[in-house]
């Protein structure tokens, strides 16, 4: 177990729809990041947020939108969804960046599929 | 743009024989460099990590190289042992600090042959 959980495991829902993936960070891990991770593909950057406010943004589309809590947690929207959303989505977490800096926790993923 | 690329998408080694993965960036704002593991159904958990001001980190088996002029960097795995057969990402952060989004690669597929 990292510490960093996402909830659900497994999605599968329909063209057109709206899912929430949900992710709680590691105890006292301010930063949340947001990856995707389609077939063949690497971790492709969605976006950061940092103590509750947008940090960093990556790849992400419009249809897609994210926030952070005030308990910390993160919840990524995916709207009119389409089979090419189809991937893993991973959320991580890290306390800051310094020397020797170990990156991000990584939680186990969602694995959205769109039928 | 790929800015960090892995051109071996897989890697067949014996067991007991040196892994050498490699990883080629193309941004010279990077300033620390990463690697991670990646078993199926899991999500990727930190292996090693060297800064653009050195040229060598050794952790245990694992043991990263750097080379800035060339833009490349690859871990070594000596001696490779079953349980290293996983996928292995290289990650990249940019200068300036903060905790910025890391840039990685497609990864490499790492298989140790018995």
């Known amino acids: 177990d990292s510490g960093v959980t996402q909830t659900p495991k497994h999605l599968i829902t329909a063209t057109g729809q709206r899912v929430t993936l949900r992710c709680s960070p590691r105890s006292g891990d301010l930063s949340v990041y947001w990856y995707q991770q389609s077939l063949d593909q690497g971790l492709q950057f969605l976006i950061q947020?940092?103590?509750?406010?947008?940090?960093a943004k990556g790849n992400i589309l419009e249809r897609f939108s994210a926030q952070q809590f005030p308990d910390l947690h993160s919840e990524l929207n995916l709207s009119s969804l389409e089979l090419g959303d189809s991937a893993l989505y991973f959320c991580a977490s890290s306390v800051a960046v310094g020397e020797g800096w170990n990156g991000y926790t990584f939680g186990s993923g969602t694995r959205l599929t769109v039928v | 743009d790929q800015q960090v690329k892995q051109n071996s998408p897989s890697l067949s080694v014996q067991e007991g024989r040196i892994s050498i993965l490699n990883c080629d960036y193309t941004?010279?704002?990077?300033?620390?460099f990463l690697w991670y593991k990646k078993y199926p159904a899991e999500g990727p958990t930190f292996l090693i990590s060297?800064?653009?001001?050195?040229d060598k980190n050794e952790d245990g088996r694992f043991t990263v190289f750097l080379n800035k002029s060339a833009k490349h960097l690859s871990l070594h795995i000596v001696p490779s042992q079953p349980g290293d057969s996983a996928v292995y990402f290289c990650a990249a952060k940019r200068a300036g600090g903060g905790a910025d989004g890391l840039t990685f690669g497609k990864g490499t597929h790492l298989i140790i042959q018995p």
């Open positions: 060297i800064s653009s001001i050195k």
């Open positions: 947020y940092y103590n509750g406010e947008e940090r």
């Open positions: 941004n010279s704002m990077f300033d620390y």
